[in-house]
């Protein structure tokens, strides 16, 4: 076994579409002797196995969170955050918090360069060429066999760096839907306004057909019974004219 221990491998994807990865750069040269380059060749095939893995993790659980699948050659860590998962092969020495130190920074600088939109609409490898320079500098850099106390407190400052903005991401999602309240609330207050006026405006036409109505039956009523009354006078003057009735000639 090596005693070189790196990180050789990583990739970033949106559920089970691979948007951006990258082999390791510092294979050749951390390679002291024959044997060790042989191994890390051997570990450059780590690829394949890192592509099941991750379809293994889309098949089952896409929900915030990490963890370490352990092999007998290779140990693969992610981190999934909201459908993204960001991944890196490692051999099964190397530390495992510098191995989630390395995604966290990986991570942080994924969100720096792509919004939510570009990576859901982003296609298989899209972002390769750009982003895998940065997978293989943040390989090389948490790949430092010497574990310094600065590799240490730079995985602690990432590691609350990565608290802040997920605490952020949920203040704002938070005001987002205090915001969506807001315009609802607006919204309804302003239907309710609208209905208030339609309910008048509708009451008072309701009033005025109410009043014609009474003003048509009362004219009705009243033709009728200038109607029957002419009927009767005709009935009792025997004349269409009313002539007797009106210069008082005896009728009978």
């Known amino acids: 076994m090596s005693s070189v221990h790196v990180i050789t491998y990583s990739l970033v994807a949106y ?24 191994w890390f060749r051997q570990m450059v095939k780590s690829r394949p196995y890192a592509r099941k893995i991750l379809a293994s993790v889309v098949k089952g659980n896409l929900v915030n969170h990490k963890k370490t699948f352990l092999s007998k050659k290779f140990h693969f860590h992610y981190i999934v955050k909201r459908s993204v998962v960001y991944l890196c092969v490692t051999d099964t020495a ?17 969100k720096r360069m792509y919004t939510r939109n570009a990576t859901i ?50 203040v704002f999602a938070r005001a987002d839907k205090l915001e969506d309240i807001e315009a609802q609330t607006r919204e309804m207050n302003e239907n309710s306004l609208l209905f208030k006026k339609n309910t008048v405006k509708q009451k008072r036409k309701k009033w005025w057909q109410n009043k014609l109505w009474g003003v048509a039956l009362c004219f009705c009523c009243c033709l009728l019974l200038i109607v029957v ?5 005709w009935v009792v003057c025997r004349d269409v004219l009313l002539r007797p009735c009106i210069h008082g000639d005896q009728v009978f």
């Open 15 to 38: 559920e089970g579409t691979v948007l951006a990865q990258a082999e390791s750069d510092i294979l050749p040269q951390a390679a002291a002797s024959e044997q060790e380059e042989r």
């Open 229 to 233: 009354l002419y009927v009767v006078a």
């Open 121 to 170: 609409n982003a296609h298989n490898e899209q972002m390769t060429r750009e982003f895998g320079p940065v997978l293989q500098q943040k390989m090389r850099y948490h790949s430092d066999v010497t574990a310094t106390a600065l590799t240490k407190l730079q995985g602690k400052v990432d590691t609350v760096k990565d608290h802040m903005f997920d605490n952020m991401e949920k």
């Open 94 to 110: 190397f530390p495992q918090k510098s191995a989630f130190a390395c995604l966290q920074g990986i991570k942080r600088e994924w």
